[in-house]
């Protein structure tokens, strides 16, 4: 089975600190992804990767970064914390070619900045 | 620009009865579609794709409908039970964009024993 490994179920921090969010995927996945849910909105894709080094923006990628130096790690860095990036955070993999695109994810850190 | 729209926040139906989830999306180069299922406090797992080039594709109780000439497709439950109250996300993708799908803001199913 694929799996997806967030390294912090839930995270408390405060305005301006700087928050690491790591992810890791076991299936040699190509492609990852990190995610925001928030209610109303959806899932919105903040940053993806489609190989060591690579990063593409995406839909709302403002006030955040990423960082992939290794194939089976992909990092969301928020540089300056704002309460408006409180929100669920999901981490997604998928396989390289897949045209089905099925995303992999992992159980979510649920970020609240204070 | 919303790409897939599920306009119906929310459905409510009796257990042992049909639940009809709705999506409808505007881009034209989508090729592939798929649902996932969430549960508070966890990621979303995959439920049910559909390509393009079939109308319908069926596994147990879920059944997939895709018409593309209106550009809606709707996930059928049958027989919904309890264990299927969660968030139910559409999304979208088209060959060629590497597996990065575009999501629906999600339907939460409740199914009422």
């Known amino acids: 089975d694929v799996k997806v490994t967030q390294s912090s179920r839930y995270l408390v921090k405060r305005t301006g600190e700087k928050v690491f969010l790591e992810c890791v995927q076991d299936?040699?996945?190509?492609?990852m992804f990190w995610y925001r849910q928030d209610p109303g909105l959806g899932l919105r894709l903040i940053y993806f990767?489609?190989?060591?080094?690579?990063?593409e923006k995406g839909d709302i990628p403002e006030g955040y970064s990423v960082s992939r130096e290794k194939k089976e790690r992909f990092s969301l860095i928020l540089e300056s914390a704002s309460t408006n990036q409180t929100s669920m955070y999901l981490c997604a993999s998928s396989l390289e070619g897949r045209g089905g695109g099925e995303l992999f994810f992992g159980e979510g850190s649920r970020l609240t900045v204070l | 620009d919303q790409q897939v729209k599920q306009n119906s926040p929310s459905l409510s139906v009796q257990e042992g009865r049909i639940s009809i989830l709705n999506c409808d999306y505007t881009?034209?180069?989508?090729?592939?579609f798929l649902w996932y299922k969430k549960y508070p406090a966890e990621g979303p797992t995959f439920l049910i794709s559909?390509?393009?080039?079939?109308d319908k594709n069926e596994d147990g109780r879920f059944t997939v409908f895709l018409n593309k000439s209106a550009k809606h497709l709707s996930l059928h439950i049958v027989p919904s039970q309890p264990g299927d109250s969660a968030v139910y996300f559409c999304?979208?993708?088209?060959?060629?964009?590497?597996?990065?799908?575009?999501f629906g803001k999600g339907i939460t199913l409740s199914v009422r024993p």
């Open positions: 881009n034209s180069m989508f090729d592939y």
């Open positions: 999304a979208g993708s088209h060959t060629g964009a590497n597996s990065k799908l575009t």
């Open positions: 559909i390509s393009s080039i079939k």
């Open positions: 990767s489609y190989d060591v080094k690579m990063k």
């Open positions: 299936m040699d996945h190509e492609n």
